[in-house]
């Protein structure tokens, strides 16, 4: 009893220490975004099935990229289940500037350390069915994941190719539209996004945000990450990337009409 106790005040002084250094920090936060050029709506929300959700909803312009990210900070207190405490968050930047057609999507992975060269969709044979089902459910984890559930329907195996390129041998890159994701990934792109990946900012190099996923479809781009932005300057470089990445791409589409 006495140790239950010890552990339930512990836990409540502690949350309370993080709500009041997040909300320090988000009041930081609206002054930093406003010297960046950058909008930023902050709260911290409590839930009955989180003990608290920090949000931070940054909007604004990089060229003529109009712009939104999303990070969230969830926090769960397990405690009374004996599960300890942990932590999900997740950062999703978005621009409509660029949209495939409707139903149409083009999905970029990074998974460093990994070699997907070889990764292919089995059109044929027993065994096909079986590792496209794997396939598919992996893929439906983590489009929910990064990009929300509303994608997991539009991101399939089935009618999908994988797209190789030896640049990007650590990318998992999936397209139902291959003439479009091919044009659009033109060397200077394939340039940008390599650049990126070695010479990132130093707030990515032990994160998950080194581990970020982006998605065209209909709705337009989403850049996302299961990592959230601490502060304002974190939010612009990531804001950043997208934004390059949505003004390559409009630039492509320009040029060839891939994209309406």
Same mark, same amino acid.
């Given at each position: 009893? @006495?140790?239950? &106790?010890?552990?339930?005040? =512990?836990? =409540?002084?502690? /949350?309370?220490?993080?709500? $009041?250094?997040? @909300?320090?920090?988000?009041?930081?936060?609206?002054?930093?975004? /406003?010297?960046?050029?950058?909008?930023?709506?902050?709260?911290?929300?409590?839930?009955?099935? =989180?003990?608290?959700?920090?949000?931070?909803?940054?909007?604004?312009?990089?060229?003529?990229?109009?712009?939104?990210?999303?990070?969230? !900070? &969830?926090?769960?207190? *397990?405690?009374?289940?004996?599960?300890?405490?942990?932590?999900?968050?997740?950062?999703?930047? +978005?621009? *409509?500037?660029?949209?495939?057609?409707?139903?149409?999507?083009?999905? &970029?992975?990074?998974?460093?350390?990994?070699? +997907?060269?070889?990764?292919?969709?089995?059109?044929?044979?027993?065994?096909?069915?079986?590792?496209?089902?794997?396939?598919?459910?992996?893929?439906?984890?983590?489009?929910?994941?990064?990009?929300?559930? /509303? =994608?997991?329907?539009?991101?399939?195996?089935?009618?999908?190719?994988?797209?190789?390129?030896?640049?990007?041998?650590?990318?998992?890159?999936?397209?139902?539209?291959?003439?479009?994701?091919?044009?659009?990934?033109?060397?200077?792109?394939?340039?940008?996004?390599?650049?990126?990946?070695? *010479?990132?900012?130093?707030?990515?190099?032990?994160?998950?945000? +080194?581990?970020?996923?982006?998605?065209?479809?209909?709705?337009?781009?989403?850049? $996302?990450?299961?990592?959230?932005?601490?502060?304002?300057? !974190? $939010?612009?470089?990531?804001?950043?990337?997208?934004?390059?990445?949505?003004?390559?791409?409009? !630039?492509?589409?320009?040029? *060839?009409?891939?994209?309406?």
């Amino acid at each position: 009893m @006495v140790l239950f &106790i010890t552990v339930f005040v =512990y836990t =409540y002084v502690n /949350q309370r220490k993080n709500r $009041a250094q997040r @909300v320090v920090q988000q009041a930081k936060n609206k002054t930093d975004a /406003q010297s960046l050029n950058m909008n930023v709506d902050s709260s911290i929300e409590v839930y009955r099935k =989180y003990d608290s959700v920090t949000k931070d909803d940054y909007s604004g312009t990089t060229g003529d990229i109009p712009w939104t990210l999303k990070s969230r !900070e &969830i926090y769960f207190n *397990n405690s009374r289940r004996n599960h300890g405490s942990s932590w999900k968050r997740t950062t999703r930047w +978005n621009t *409509n500037v660029v949209r495939m057609a409707k139903g149409k999507f083009f999905m &970029i992975m990074s998974t460093p350390g990994f070699d +997907n060269s070889k990764n292919e969709v089995k059109k044929t044979g027993f065994f096909s069915g079986i590792t496209n089902s794997l396939a598919e459910f992996a893929i439906d984890n983590y489009v929910t994941g990064y990009f929300g559930h /509303q =994608y997991a329907s539009i991101v399939n195996i089935d009618g999908a190719t994988v797209v190789n390129i030896p640049e990007l041998k650590e990318f998992f890159i999936l397209t139902n539209d291959d003439a479009v994701s091919k044009k659009f990934l033109t060397d200077v792109t394939i340039k940008f996004i390599v650049n990126w990946m070695n *010479n990132k900012p130093h707030f990515s190099r032990d994160s998950r945000v +080194n581990r970020w996923g982006m998605l065209f479809s209909q709705d337009g781009i989403t850049v $996302a990450c299961q990592a959230d932005m601490v502060n304002a300057d !974190e $939010a612009k470089v990531f804001s950043d990337f997208g934004a390059s990445i949505a003004t390559l791409t409009k !630039e492509a589409s320009l040029q *060839n009409q891939l994209v309406s």
